[in-house]
């Protein structure tokens, strides 16, 4: 009678094999062409039988064991696509409206690139982290740096120049006191709305141009004021 074989090392690098299988997302750590590998080293440690075979199976058993344990340390990480991730999502989350749509369009493509190198059958190893980190902090900077559309102060400016017209003119006393003071009021109001804006001061440019609309359609003279008093008392 033959000794019984010695599993010992291949139980070993099994176990090892199993600990990365059974992790969190291998196939997401680990290049596709090393997962590969380890399953297939895994699956031939796998057929080999635990009942029946002695020493004289020792070298299969050995070189199972071997292969195996070589799967597990040729393992390769994926480059790290955080930053990258990072940079389109911030992508995504630009509001379109307020940039030009030709600049929006043409980084647009960059971010798309940038999603088909992040898919896992594209990914780079880590051994290439420094490129992919480049590239990842090169799309955040366009991202960061792409212009917003400048805020439209026409409307505004005829506003104002209407209302100034208004209480320039010779008439301006016979407007109630009331809506004159509104329209003054108002005009004041639009010396503090900054220039130069950009888009995102759109709202308080638009909210002082009505103000002042609102203001101008809202004079009253006094004798049509005392002429609808009238009217209503009979």
């Given at each position: 009678?033959?000794?019984?074989?010695?599993?010992?090392?291949?139980?070993?690098?099994?176990?090892?094999?199993?600990?990365?299988?059974?992790?969190?997302?291998?196939?997401?750590?680990?290049?596709?062409?090393?997962?590969?590998?380890?399953?297939?080293?895994?699956?031939?440690?796998?057929?080999?039988?635990?009942?029946?075979?002695?020493?004289?199976?020792?070298?299969?058993?050995?070189?199972?064991a071997s292969e195996l344990n070589a799967a597990v340390s040729g393992l390769v990480k994926f480059a790290n696509y955080a930053t990258m991730q990072?940079?389109?999502?911030a992508f995504e989350k630009l509001n379109a409206e307020f940039y030009d749509p030709a600049d929006l369009a043409a980084l647009k493509v960059k971010v798309d690139a940038a999603k088909?190198?992040?898919?896992?059958?594209?990914?780079?190893?880590?051994?290439?982290?420094?490129?992919?980190?480049?590239?990842?902090?090169?799309?955040?900077?366009?991202?960061?740096?792409?212009?917003?559309?400048?805020?439209?102060?026409?409307?505004?400016?005829?506003?104002?120049?209407?209302?100034?017209?208004?209480?320039?003119?010779?008439?301006?006393?016979?407007?109630?006191?009331?809506?004159?003071?509104?329209?003054?009021?108002?005009?004041?109001?639009?010396?503090?709305?900054?220039?130069?804006?950009?888009?995102?001061?759109?709202?308080?440019?638009?909210?002082?141009?009505?103000?002042?609309?609102?203001?101008?359609?809202?004079?009253?003279?006094?004798?049509?004021?005392?002429?609808?008093?009238?009217?209503?008392?009979?």
């Open positions: 009678e033959y000794q019984g074989a010695n599993y010992t090392a291949l139980d070993a690098a099994k176990a090892a094999a199993e600990k990365i299988l059974n992790s969190a997302n291998p196939d997401d750590t680990y290049t596709i062409a090393t997962m590969a590998a380890l399953r297939e080293k895994y699956a031939a440690a796998q057929g080999i039988p635990t009942i029946g075979w002695d020493i004289r199976n020792q070298n299969a058993i050995d070189k199972a990072a940079a389109v999502t088909q190198e992040m898919l896992r059958e594209n990914k780079l190893d880590a051994s290439q982290q420094a490129d992919v980190n480049a590239r990842a902090m090169a799309l955040m900077k366009e991202i960061n740096s792409l212009q917003k559309l400048p805020a439209n102060y026409d409307a505004f400016n005829a506003a104002v120049a209407a209302a100034k017209a208004k209480i320039e003119a010779s008439d301006f006393q016979n407007y109630t006191s009331a809506s004159a003071k509104a329209l003054s009021d108002a005009y004041l109001a639009s010396a503090s709305i900054e220039t130069g804006k950009d888009i995102t001061y759109q709202a308080t440019i638009d909210a002082a141009t009505k103000a002042i609309n609102d203001a101008i359609a809202g004079l009253t003279l006094k004798g049509c004021l005392l002429y609808t008093s009238d009217a209503a008392d009979e």
